[in-house]
């Protein structure tokens, strides 16, 4: 691969201070391997439905769907799904072939590896190179198809993983790669997702459903998260999964 003919984007929320730092975090480990980022001025609870018009759902997510939860989706979690929405229409309405989605907290971890994935099958039309849909490589056709699944199926039941990875059937006939399968785990990626402790994140995902609920879910990410994630931030270097 030649990852200056990769045409990257990277969901950052502009203006937004968390966002702004986790991209100031990333954007090197990703330009000094030669990837020219552009930046796409992520959607957010302001603005997310002033361009582009989705029906949203309540969540298909099995871990709602086991408890009995009605799960309505959170204005940021819309807004990130509208972000990953108007790239994938971007993708298949410019026919762009090398196409690079990343989000503004994954950071390049090993150049060698993600370029030896990148060349091994160039059919895949859905290749994920970390943790969910955190940054993927995604082709016009899929986007495509994508596109006309949701004008078939108007109402947003998943998130971007969920569209890009988990879909299955004859509207949507692309090939997918979940690379941490072949790899033996999250944590064996090319790609991490970093975090700081007192930053946070941009997403809220549990506001909207019972309080008990929430701190269940939380609790169960603070778990996953240690094995999965990268912690930064002067308090927290090195302090790693």
Not at 36 to 53: C, E, I, M, Q, T
Not at 140 to 167: E, K, Q, T, W
Request: hydrophobic fraction near 30%; include cysteine; glycine fraction near 6%.
């Amino acid at each position: 691969m030649k990852p200056e003919n990769v045409t990257t984007f990277v969901i950052v929320i502009r203006g937004n201070e968390v966002s702004e730092y986790y991209y100031e975090q990333i954007k090197e480990s990703w330009e000094s391997n030669g990837f020219k980022l552009n930046r796409f001025d992520a959607y957010h609870p302001g603005n997310y439905n002033s361009r582009v018009k989705l029906n949203f759902g309540t969540s298909n997510s099995g871990k709602y769907v086991k408890k009995k939860i009605i799960k309505e989706y959170t204005p940021s979690e819309k807004a990130a799904f509208v972000s990953h929405y108007m790239i994938w229409k971007t993708i298949f309405e410019r026919n762009i072939k090398d196409a690079l989605i990343i989000e503004h907290d994954s950071r390049l971890r090993d150049y060698e590896l993600f370029e030896k994935e990148w060349d091994l099958d160039k059919r895949i039309d859905v290749k994920l190179f970390g943790q969910g849909a955190s940054c993927y490589r995604i082709s016009p056709r899929a986007a495509g198809s994508i596109r006309n699944f949701i004008h078939l199926n108007p109402v947003i039941n998943g998130g971007p993983m969920g569209y890009i990875a988990d879909m299955k059937g004859d509207t949507h006939p692309y090939q997918v790669e979940r690379t941490f399968e072949k790899l033996g785990g999250e944590i064996h990626l090319p790609v991490e997702h970093i975090y700081n402790r007192d930053k946070k994140n941009t997403i809220d995902k549990y506001s909207n459903i019972p309080k008990k609920w929430a701190k269940h879910f939380e609790k169960q990410q603070e778990t996953v998260s240690q094995k999965r994630w990268v912690f930064v931030g002067e308090e927290n270097e090195g302090d790693k999964d």
